[in-house]
């Protein structure tokens, strides 16, 4: 183990240092307006972090359009992650996980019906452009997974970092997961650290805090997931009666979790928290299953000897399998995921909601 660390330091360390230098030199022609940024004459929420996945984007920036939207008209943006398509696509009615990504895809299902528009480009600046021609009475959009897009201009910076893994320990790609350093988290308006345990001490939030060292207006949160009770992944196919109460399984009961997210351990942290015996089958971060690969998921499913079986997944993984066609009939009616949401301890701050709302407006009040 520890030659195969130095052979990681030896190969990957030399070209962190080289990364590092370029995104140090891009930051400073933004710093210094050599390369220029694009400001609207509409609020711009953006939600990102500083490593490459795991930190709970989505959910967060679920929160912030679920306690905001009654007093904004909201849009979302997204680059639409592994998506096969190009270009400016506003997600309706017909669309699929393939055409917009499937976290934009999983946030349209939640708010479509709602009143937000959800749209993807991987050119911010077009498509904000092209929401606000769409639907001049937007109020705010939230740019999800913008933070390293300078180009744009934000009113307002949420950025993300893991409990278990803090950006302060962290190193820069490829020897470590850092897009950016962390001094880019002066950038920040709002840093919140995330998926905290639900044990964690005040003396751990004072340790965090000290390594943050942010400044004094910048505002810091804590939040963790919280896990709501399984849905079915076909409800066509699953009675409400036959939805698991996981609280009431049993060792004579099995649960095959299927997940392919960047930072699976929470979630199998919670279910192996109940008693049922757990399998699981593990794939890359929006990985999109094959033929081969539900195949594989059917045949494991078939293993499970105790008579009452069935699958959970995370509600990412979810809108893929959903939209599947190579997804097995006979799992359907004993397939389900967990939705999740946040909770916050803010330590005396403000709601994140509301701590928003202040920044636009003294951002509004400093532009006027």
């Known amino acids: 183990m520890a030659k195969r660390k130095l052979l990681k330091f030896i190969l990957l360390y030399p070209l ?7 995104v140090a030199i891009r930051n400073f022609m ?24 795991g930190a709970g984007k989505t959910p967060h920036a679920e929160y912030i359009i679920d306690h905001l939207r009654h007093d904004y008209r909201i849009g979302l943006l997204s680059r639409g992650y592994k998506r096969r398509t190009h270009g400016f696509i506003m997600a309706g009615r017909n669309s699929r996980p393939d ?20 749209a993807v480009c991987e050119n911010r600046a077009k498509g904000i452009e092209m929401m606000r021609e ?18 744009v201009k934000p009113t307002v910076s949420v950025v993300l970092t893991e409990f278990s893994h803090p950006v302060y320990e962290d190193a820069l790609l490829p020897y470590g997961r850092l897009r950016e350093p962390v001094k880019a988290l002066d950038r920040a308006d709002i840093v919140i650290v995330t998926k905290c345990p639900d044990d964690v001490k005040p003396v751990q939030f004072r340790i965090v805090n000290k390594h943050l060292d942010l400044f004094p207006y910048q505002k810091l949160l804590f939040s963790r997931y919280v896990y709501l009770p399984p849905r079915p992944l076909f409800p066509e196919q699953t009675g409400e009666c036959n939805v698991p109460v996981l609280s009431q ?3 004579t009961d099995s ?43 059917y045949q494991k499913f078939r293993t499970l000897k105790n008579t009452s079986k069935f699958m959970l997944t995370t509600e990412k993984d979810a809108v893929r399998m959903a939209n599947n066609p190579y997804f097995p009939p006979q799992m359907r ?35 006027a």
């Open 16 to 22: 962190s240092v080289i990364y590092g230098w370029g």
């Open 99 to 118: 055409d917009i990504g499937d976290e934009p895809y999983q946030m349209y299902r939640k708010f479509g019906n709602e009143g937000v528009m959800v």
């Open 333 to 367: 009616p004993h397939s389900f995921y967990l939705p999740i949401t946040v909770d916050f301890d803010n330590s005396g701050n403000p709601p994140l909601e509301s701590i928003i709302k202040q920044l636009i407006r003294t951002q509004g009040s400093l532009k």
């Open 255 to 297: 649960i095959l979790v299927v997940i392919g997210v960047a930072n699976p351990l929470p979630f199998l942290k919670h279910v192996r928290s109940f008693r049922a015996k757990v399998k699981i089958m593990t794939f890359d971060d929006h990985h999109n299953f094959t033929h081969a690969d539900m195949d594989a998921i």
């Open 30 to 53: 933004f710093d210094r307006g050599m390369l220029k940024q694009r400001e609207f004459d509409i609020p711009l929420v953006v939600v990102g972090n500083l490593t490459m996945g």
């Open 249 to 251: 399984l049993g060792p």
């Open 134 to 151: 769409i639907d001049p009475r937007l109020q705010l959009i939230v740019l999800d997974d913008a933070f390293q897009h300078r180009y």
